[in-house]
């Protein structure tokens, strides 16, 4: 089992959604609280993240729900909720498209008010916020601390929309007089976070993490691809008010393909390890390092 364990460390971090900063920012200036974005979710000990969209339902990227199996537990503020069952889009390509997936909770989340799905079409330019748990860096060295050596520190960056097209929401980093006060983008351990914006009427969901499209994790220039929720707006809702037969024919009750570095045989005890569990102090046990397979 040890060897296994460290050939998931050799494939760790290909890609995931965390955040990277500039290199001439102080990053005390990206250090985030919940209050920043309370509708977010966390899947794992070390990351993957979600929105809460409905009181009883979290979107989130498709290949991040390799653990999200009917029973355990999902953070959603200060509270955990039981999944009661993930619904994976059933034209999901690994990398390619329709990276989305609903998760449906047992009981309502009551005391945080869920995020809103942006439903226009004029994404392009718009300048919205990331937010996560996963890897650091600066756009000079890159990323340079995984998430299990971040420690589960809170950071918020934002970017601007390059192009909004089809199914999705694409972002560049970008240095010097073309960076925004606190650009940054993705690093590794957080994939299915939020691309978000907030007016006077709450905070809108544009997109959800999905992958790295080119250049180096973490490093100026690189450019990533997030899924456009309004593209799925449609799909969104019928799934969560379609009956069961609907449902079944939009969907897939897990994934078909597991992320790199995973199988069947050593997945019960990767998600056993990397569960948010009832009572369970929310800190990262050393031996959950060794699974920080690509969740992009």
């Known amino acids: 089992m040890r060897t296994i364990l460290l050939l998931l460390v050799a ?8 955040i990277v900063i500039r ?18 979710a966390t899947f794992y000990l070390d990351g993957a ?8 339902w979290i979107i989130t990227a498709a290949h991040a729900t390799f653990c999200v199996d009917a029973g355990r537990f999902v953070k ?30 047992t009981e309502k989340v009551r005391n945080i008010e869920p995020a809103k799905l942006y439903k226009d079409t004029n994404e392009a330019g718009s300048n919205v916020w990331f937010i996560g748990i996963g890897g650091t860096g600066t756009g000079e060295a890159g990323q340079t601390a995984d998430n299990y050596e971040n ?31 606190l650009e940054g983008v993705s690093g590794s351990g957080d994939s299915g976070g939020p691309a978000f914006i907030k007016d006077t009427e709450g905070y809108f969901l544009l997109g959800i993490s999905s992958r790295v499209e080119s250049g180096t994790l973490g490093k100026y220039g690189v450019s990533e691809i997030y899924t456009r929720t309004s593209f799925f707006v449609p ?3 019928q799934i969560i008010e379609g009956t069961e037969e609907v449902r079944r024919g939009l969907s897939l009750p897990e994934l078909k393909q597991l992320p790199a570095g995973l199988n069947k045989e050593i997945l019960p005890a990767v998600c056993n390890d990397i569960a948010l569990k009832p009572n369970q102090a929310i800190t990262i046990p050393a031996p959950v390092q060794l699974y920080l397979v690509p969740y992009r």
């Open 11 to 18: 494939i760790a971090c290909a890609a995931a959604d965390a």
């Open 76 to 105: 959603v503020g200060d509270g955990l909720y039981e999944v009661k069952r993930a619904y994976i889009h059933n034209e999901y390509q690994p990398g390619i498209s329709h990276d989305i997936a609903l998760v449906e909770l």
């Open 235 to 237: 799909w969104i809702k």
């Open 23 to 40: 290199h001439d920012v102080d990053d005390t200036k990206y250090i985030a609280s919940f209050a920043d974005f309370p509708p977010l």
């Open 49 to 56: 993240h979600g929105t809460l969209i409905k009181p009883e």
């Open 151 to 181: 420690g589960g520190v809170l950071r918020k960056a934002q970017n601007k929309v390059v192009s909004a097209q089809d199914a999705y929401l694409r972002f560049i980093f970008d240095s010097g007089d073309n960076a925004l006060p």
